[in-house]
C-alpha cells in the first residue's frame, strides 16, 4: 500500500477568481467614492461579493464533508475557517487606527479612549462594523463598511454542520431545498420585520442565500454538470441582463440572489476549473491576495480622500495598486503563516493506492 504525497497544486484558477472578484469590489467602491468613471463603471455589473459567496459555498460545504468523514468532529473545521478569517481582521482592527495616526488623521490620544475598545471588541468577536467617531472626519467616515460580509460568512460557517449532518441523514438535495425555503421564507419575513430585522439579517448568510445555495450545489454536482465553452458563454448572455434587471429594480426582492446565481455560479465554476491555468499559477507564485485586498482597500480610498483627492479617473487604478502592496504584506506577514497553524487541511488531502 503506497501513500501518495499531499498535492502542492490544486490545478485550478479559484484563488485567482476570488483576487478578481475583490479587485472588481475595490473598483466599484473606489469610483462611487472619487466620484468618478473608470472603464465605463463595467465594474457595476459584476458581482464580486456574490462570486466570494458561491466559492465560498462550494469550498467551505466541500472542506466541511471533508473534515467530517476523515474526523468524525467539527473541532478542525472551526479552527481552519477562524485561521482563514480572524488575523487579518484582527490586524486590520489594530493596524489601521495607527495608519491614520501616523498620517495625520486622527491624534494617538484619540485611541485611548473607549470607542477603540469598542472597535477592537467587535473584530475580537469577528463583528467587525462598528464604526468609531474617532475618524468621522477621514473621507467618508467608514473605514470597514465592506466588512458587513464577515459575519455574514461567519453565520454560514455556523450552520454548515447543520447542513453536512442533515444531507448526511436526509438526502443532499432535501437538504439543499430546505436551506433554499427556510432562506426565502426568513428573507420575506424580514422585509415585514422593519430596519432592525434587515440591519440583522444584512449581516448575516441569509441576505444572500441564493449564492451559498449555488456554492453547496457545484460542491456535490460540479464533475456531473457538463462543462463546455458555449454553455459559459451562454451563461454570460443570461447574467448580464439579469443582473441589469436586478440593478434597475427591486422586483425580484429575496429571490434576487438565487436568480443571479444561477448563471453566475456557472461562469464561475467553469472558468474557474477550465479557465487558463497560467491564472492559477500566477496566484500560487504572489500569494492569496483576495482577501487583504478586500480588508483593506477602503483604508486606502479615505486616505486619499483624506489628502484631498477626488474626481480623478487614475485615483481608481491607484487604490487598486496600493491595496495589492497593502495585501501582500498582508499574506506574506500575517495570513500565510496562520494558516500554517491548520492541523488539517483540505489542500493536500493524501489518497490511499493499492
Known amino acids: ?151 455574514a460568512e461567519v453565520s454560514f460557517y455556523l450552520i454548515v454542520p447543520v447542513l453536512v449532518l442533515v444531507a448526511r441523514r436526509f438526502g443532499f438535495l432535501q437538504m439543499l431545498a430546505s436551506f433554499i425555503l427556510v432562506s426565502i421564507a426568513i428573507s420575506i419575513g424580514v422585509t415585514l420585520g422593519g430596519h432592525t430585522a434587515e440591519a440583522i439579517a444584512h449581516h448575516t448568510f441569509v441576505e444572500r442565500a441564493g449564492f451559498f445555495a449555488a456554492g453547496i450545489f457545484w460542491a456535490k454536482y460540479r464533475e456531473r454538470v457538463p462543462a463546455r465553452w458555449w454553455l459559459f458563454v451562454a451563461a454570460c448572455a443570461i447574467y448580464v441582463p439579469v443582473k441589469l434587471f436586478a440593478l434597475d429594480t427591486d422586483v425580484l426582492g429575496p429571490l434576487s440572489p438565487f436568480v443571479i446565481a444561477i448563471p453566475l455560479s456557472y461562469m464561475v465554476v467553469f472558468f474557474g476549473y477550465h479557465g487558463p491555468r497560467a491564472l492559477g499559477h500566477l496566484t500560487e507564485r504572489v500569494g492569496d491576495l483576495s482577501y487583504s485586498t478586500y480588508i483593506w482597500h477602503v483604508l486606502v480610498i479615505n486616505l486619499l480622500l483624506f489628502f484631498g483627492f477626488s474626481g480623478e479617473w487614475w485615483l481608481v487604478p491607484l487604490t487598486l495598486a496600493v491595496t495589492w502592496c497593502i495585501a501582500w504584506l498582508s499574506w506574506r506577514l500575517v495570513e500565510k503563516p496562520a494558516l500554517r497553524l491548520k492541523r488539517i487541511s483540505s489542500r493536500n488531502v493524501t489518497r490511499v493506492s493499492r
Open 1 to 151: 500500500m503506497a501513500v501518495e504525497q499531499p498535492r502542492v497544486s490544486r490545478e485550478n484558477s479559484l484563488d485567482f477568481l476570488r483576487l478578481a472578484a475583490a479587485s472588481v469590489v475595490v473598483l466599484a467602491h473606489a469610483q462611487a467614492d472619487f466620484r468618478t468613471s473608470f472603464l465605463w463603471n463595467a465594474s457595476q455589473l459584476v458581482d464580486g461579493v456574490g462570486m466570494f459567496f458561491i466559492m465560498s459555498g462550494m469550498l467551505v460545504y466541500r472542506s466541511g464533508e471533508s473534515t467530517w468523514s476523515r474526523t468524525g468532529r467539527w473541532r478542525d473545521f472551526f479552527w481552519n475557517r477562524y485561521l482563514r478569517v480572524a488575523p487579518g481582521i484582527y490586524a486590520f482592527a489594530v493596524i489601521a487606527p495607527l495608519v491614520l495616526v501616523a498620517a495625520g488623521a486622527v491624534t494617538l490620544s484619540s485611541l485611548f479612549k473607549f470607542p477603540l475598545v469598542v472597535w477592537l471588541g467587535s473584530a475580537f468577536f469577528l463583528l467587525p462594523n462598528y464604526d468609531p467617531p474617532t475618524w468621522q472626519h477621514v473621507g467618508t467616515g467608514v473605514i470597514n463598511g465592506q466588512l458587513y460580509t464577515i459575519p
